[in-house]
Structures are given as C-alpha cells and as structure tokens.
C-alpha cells in the first residue's frame, strides 16, 4: 500500500487549499481515510476522517471550515481547507485503513509522506 500526499504550500490567512491522496490500495472502496497534522514539538493531531459510506467527523478546531471528501473511482481522497489561519501551519499526513479509536495515530495502519501548509498572517 502506498498513500501520495500532494497539494500543501503557502497560503494567507483565510485562503484556501486543497490537499490530495492518492492510494494505492485494493481495499481503498472499503476503507476509512483520515487527514493529521503534525507541528515541530507536538504529537501529530488527527484533524478528520471519512469512512467508506462517506460519513466523515472532524476536530472541534477545524469543523466548519474544512472537508473531506472521497472519489473511490480514482482511489484518491481529499481535504478542502478554507478559512486559513497561521494555527492550521503543519505538515499535514494522510493515512488508511483504520483499525482502532478514529483519533489515534496508532489506529491508522498506511501512511503518506506529509505535505507542507504554511498560513502567513
């Protein structure tokens, strides 16, 4: 299996990005996907998650202004972020196939590389 995280870069505050994943995964139809974040010094926060009939959750700090959305045909999911802001600056991380509570890293078994975001102020 194998996650291609794609789509960081900088942005200003209250822009807009869309991050990419694309998997290579036989199982992806059936599979949850997930979005992290992870800043220098913290733990990688889990920011949403979208299982396989498409129902997704998200953080409190990013409810409203971010959405994760799935295209089974291409085997490829996605975070639309919107409302920016210099706190949203992280790599952020794709992951698959949960196999635990949604929120924990340990419960995501494939990992992306990381793309960048930057948010200037």
């Known amino acids: 299996v194998q996650l291609q995280a794609s789509g960081g870069g900088l942005v200003q505050a209250g822009g807009s990005l869309r991050l990419s994943c694309a998997a290579s995964?036989?199982?992806?139809?059936?599979?949850?996907m997930s979005w992290f974040r992870q800043t220098p010094g913290r733990e990688r926060e889990f920011v949403a998650a979208?299982?396989?009939?498409?129902?997704?959750d998200y953080v409190g700090s990013v409810q409203g202004r971010f959405i994760i959305s799935r295209d089974d045909r291409k085997s490829t999911f996605y975070l639309q972020m919107s409302g920016l802001k210099p706190e949203d600056t992280a790599i952020y991380y794709c992951?698959?196939?949960?196999?635990?509570?949604?929120?924990?890293?340990?419960?995501?078994?494939?990992w992306g590389q990381g793309t960048l975001v930057t948010v200037s102020s």
């Open positions: 979208i299982g396989w009939g498409g129902g997704a």
């Open positions: 995964m036989r199982t992806f139809r059936s599979s949850s």
């Open positions: 992951a698959a196939n949960r196999i635990g509570p949604m929120m924990l890293r340990s419960s995501w078994q494939y």
